[in-house]
């Protein structure tokens, strides 16, 4: 089988497209070949891999020839992010939006061409959920809550959610939308992600540099180890259509964690020194954004499908040191 | 000041101009004049009114020259209906969702140029509800509905809501979704539509024909008349951005009522003679569709802007009954 995965030279799809080629199948059919699509090349093991084809280029140019080429399975995580779509709302628009449907008619034309639908794996997120400040909001998000997304960001994931499940309904495809929490630890440096301190607190001072707090020791959020992203987007993948029971949005597990309870792991996991650098140093701005997200989520719907975050802040802090053991043992030149 | 009304020429955009000419003021100012674009002409007495501007063209070619106009109210009323939706594909995604998201982006490079941003008044469906048979569905449906769209109709209101939410949210335009229940009683001739029997049921009896009611008579569903749909539509677009409360989407008022109240009604206001011209004959079709639907609406958020239904649905009929003595007296020629 081909599989294309888009964003494929990215954090999460680069990670998906090891895990795949390490267990050879997908869906029940030995893979032949993934094409990983991306604005940027995927890392060098992926690029000399025999059974990865690369291409360097826009989503919505790759769309205009997937009308003439096979894939059995599709992961769409392709996206501009938050940050991004805010400041540039046409960037937003055309590329989560326009590039979306642009990759959602080719496989539609392939299928009303004779081919069999194929599955396809969309990357959406929590910031679907909003929350709208001015309402009641319940702490707790999960499959049954009303998305009132305030960003563009998750207005177009909310958007692409809703063409996929129509696009399924009406049997074009049989797609699949995975609503992804915050993932941490994220190696490599800070970005300018509101939510770039949640892995900054543990990264810097297992790397012997100080991080800053900018929020306040009481704030919780639903976090998860990409393994777990990378293993639950292949999970939803595979899953059969029944187990979705009429629904194609999902919402993947996290581990509902405050920042106080990520402080205490990392002292456990790493000593009280490497804690000791982190710094609190309250941001207004940062803070009043991270108010306004989701401070966990309840996931029956992933749990049916057998998926599970890690189950304490500890397991994801000795993963991410596990990683880095394998992959860049200087990240970790701060721990005792 | 200058308003817009696409889908203009017909049943609803018809009656909301004629409202609109009567009262000669929209949101606190007086109208110079109204344009009414639709595929079709509108009514002669809209085409002869000095204040009225008709074009009729596609949405599409209208948006392109938008941009160089100045609206101050937009009333955005022009859509495939559901049957074409799941017939056409295209259709539906050309005429719901390509022809809004030019409208928004018009009205968004006007606003980018210096405008201040126009009001915009959609007329979404409770079609965005679904609701999916697959899971338990609340009978009655309102703000606070999780949407589960399982039309292709459904899913593009919904996607327009969430595109109009978000445009506003940037200050593009101040937007507004009002969420439509069943109109009864059309005048006309039946079609196409599941829901066509709400209508046919009185209609036919009133002028002497025969009405079949294709289900059983404890269905149960919202209507209102016109007259509250434009009288909605016009509130709604009067009034304040707070009065929202931070969404755009609001569910309008609808009367919810049984099939066997219906035709009780009918005995009340026309008589048994009249009431015996209602046939049952179950089609199975029709029935299935219609078990899908919605049972009923709440709808504080619209009864907070002085909104509501008729209190009856003898009161729905007698209205029916007013408008055809002044426009149509032969529609009536079936009542004693």
């Not at 940027?40 to 790759?62: I, K, N, S, W």
């Not at 769309?63 to 392709?78: G, I, K, Q, W, Y």
């Amino acid at each position: 089988m081909r599989v294309l995965i888009t964003g494929g030279g990215g954090f999460v799809g680069a990670r998906l497209a090891r895990a795949l080629l390490a267990q050879g199948r997908f869906d029940g059919k030995a893979i032949d070949e993934i094409v990983l699509t991306d604005q940027f090349e995927p890392p060098a093991d992926l690029r000399a891999h025999p059974r990865v084809t690369v291409r360097v280029r826009p989503l919505l140019q790759e769309c205009a020839t997937l009308r003439d080429e096979p894939f059995d399975a599709v992961f769409h995580l392709a996206s501009a992010v938050s940050g991004e779509c805010e400041a540039d709302f046409e960037l937003g628009l055309r590329s989560n939006l326009d590039s979306t449907r642009a990759l959602l008619d080719a496989l539609r034309a392939r299928t009303e061409g004779g081919a069999v639908p194929a599955k396809l794996v969309f990357s959406s997120s929590i910031a679907v959920f909003g929350p709208d400040p001015a309402y009641p909001f319940p702490e707790i998000v999960g499959d049954d809550t009303l998305p009132m997304p305030q960003t563009s960001y998750g207005t177009q994931k909310l958007i692409c959610e809703h063409l996929i499940a129509d696009y399924t309904r009406k049997g074009y495809i049989d797609g699949r939308a995975a609503r992804l929490v915050t993932v941490t630890v994220r190696p490599g440096r800070p970005n300018g992600a509101a939510s770039s301190f949640f892995s900054g607190i543990i990264r810097e001072p297992l790397a012997g540099e100080d991080a800053i707090l900018p929020v306040s020791a009481d704030v919780r959020h639903p976090v998860a180890t990409v393994h777990t992203m990378v293993r639950s987007l292949i999970a939803v993948g595979e899953a059969s259509r029944e187990a979705f029971v009429g629904r194609s949005a999902i919402t993947l597990p996290g581990l509902n964690v405050s920042v106080q309870q990520m402080l205490d792991a990392l002292e456990a996991v790493a000593g009280p020194r490497v804690r000791a650098r982190v710094k609190p140093q309250h941001d207004a701005r940062i803070a009043g954004i991270v108010a306004n997200w989701p401070r966990g989520v309840s996931t029956p719907r992933a749990h049916a499908l057998g998926l599970h975050a890690e189950a304490s802040f500890e397991d994801i802090i000795r993963q991410y040191i596990e990683d880095c053991r394998r992959d860049n043992p200087q990240a970790l030149k701060g721990m005792d």
